[in-house]
């Protein structure tokens, strides 16, 4: 079984939920606290040993290729200040040479789509996606290394997921359910956002997943899906029955980032955990 080293990161999007904002900006780079959630997302896959980050990006998303550049300028004169603390909170934000790999999705065509677009990079070994705007934070078993030893233990494909009220099954990719073990569920099927009342189950994939490379050869035939888009939930779902296929309940806490209040409601749970400003936020949110 090959290991994990590679992942995606679809990063193409316009971020229209968060205009004007994005006019400039990319959504990615918003921060949650003082890290942008593409830092969360980079974290998250360097703990799950993933070598080589592939980020497939769009017109006016240049700034995320800068961002994991060095900054000559601020780090020299941050070490001429003797602003030491700074620089290290500085160092992650650094990929090494040949690290990072930047394609371009000259259409919004769907995740699939833009998995797709990745190809070249990922070649003929599995990989795992991670969707930036889905902060998934347990910092001291990140979900992909929860997805990792799945995967390492089962083979195949992994999603992570986690229980959603029926009302909002609509809004997801929904597992139907085969035997489970803990926290691991084989996969039966899958359906890209069934109505409330009509899914078969409340398992919501959640933007993290390690795919085989064959799945790379479903999206090729670029069938459309929900939206007129080329889905990922529908090509993942050929695979099933041909390969393992299980879900991973996430162990922790889910700030859907790609709504507003969702990312509001990331920067107050991750402000109260940091010792540096946590009294000021509590005092502050008491008095309202």
Known sequence: ?????????????????????????????????????????????????????????????????????????????????????????????????????FVR????????????CARQFIGDEPFAVLLPDELLWNPDRPCLSQMRDTYEAQGGNVVAVVEVPEEHTDRYGIVTPGKADGAVTEVKSMVEKPKAGTAPSRLAVVGRYILQPEVLDILAEGKKGAGGEIQLTDAMAELIGKQPFNAQTFDGVRHDCGEKAGFIIANIALALERADIADTIRAYVKTI
């Not at 999705?105 to 797709?116: R, T, Y």
């Open 1 to 101: 079984m090959k290991p994990v080293r590679k992942a995606v990161f679809p990063v193409a999007g316009f971020g229209t939920r968060f205009l004007p904002a994005t006019k400039a900006v990319p959504k990615e780079l918003l921060p949650v606290v003082d890290r942008p959630l593409i830092q969360y997302a980079i974290d998250e896959a360097r703990a799950a040993g993933i070598e080589q980050m592939i980020f497939v990006t769009g017109r006016g998303k240049h700034a995320i290729e800068d961002y994991f550049d060095s900054a000559f300028e601020i780090e020299h004169d941050l070490n001429a200040k003797a602003k030491h603390a700074i620089l290290e909170a500085m160092r992650p934000t650094r990929l090494e040479p040949g690290q990072a790999a």
């Open 105 to 116: 999705q000259q259409q919004m065509a769907g995740l699939g789509h833009a998995v797709w």
